[in-house]
């Protein structure tokens, strides 16, 4: 069927061909023209109803349970603090334990600089790299 198809199209003539190009679009684009503006409609009259009907919503938690959140890494004291920046402060009951992994560069004094005068980040320093270690 397919071939038949592909057969006749390959045997119109171009004006023929405008033709029926020329039916396909006007009975193809108004339906994809109806569905654009229908969707922008939609979205308009969504705004307006929310702007008009003020919904409540919390900046407090109602549960929150205390979060530990674990730093580990190894020579990067040039990001550290910039990536316990990014984690803290964002949960109101939050532990952070950065772990420095046997780093050469100053990992762990950049982590110990950031954590000072903040509650509940720990600093750890492990001497001897553990690595990635498959058992």
């Known amino acids: 069927?397919?071939?038949?198809?592909?057969?006749?199209?390959?045997?119109?003539?171009?004006?023929?061909?405008?033709?029926?190009?020329?039916?396909?679009?006007?009975?193809?684009?108004?339906r994809y023209a109806y569905s654009a503006v229908l969707m922008a409609v939609w979205d308009l009259l969504k705004g307006i109803w929310r702007l008009d009907v003020p919904y409540h919503r919390?900046?407090?938690?109602?549960?929150?349970?205390d979060v530990c959140v674990i730093i580990a890494g190894y020579n990067e004291g040039e990001t550290?603090?910039?990536t316990m920046m990014s984690v803290w402060n964002r949960y109101p009951k939050i532990e952070l334990?950065?772990?420095?992994?046997?780093?050469?560069d100053?990992?762990?004094e950049e982590a110990?600089?950031?954590?000072?005068?903040?509650?509940?980040?720990?600093?750890?320093?492990?001497?001897?790299?553990?690595?990635?270690?498959l058992r």
């Open 1 to 30: 069927m397919l071939i038949e198809w592909a057969n006749w199209v390959r045997s119109l003539r171009p004006d023929e061909l405008v033709v029926v190009l020329g039916v396909l679009l006007l009975v193809d684009a108004p």
């Open 58 to 65: 919390s900046e407090s938690f109602d549960y929150c349970p």
């Open 80 to 82: 550290i603090a910039k």
């Open 97 to 104: 334990v950065v772990i420095d992994d046997g780093s050469t």
């Open 106 to 108: 100053n990992m762990y």
């Open 112 to 133: 110990r600089k950031c954590a000072a005068g903040r509650d509940g980040i720990t600093v750890v320093r492990r001497e001897e790299r553990g690595g990635n270690r």
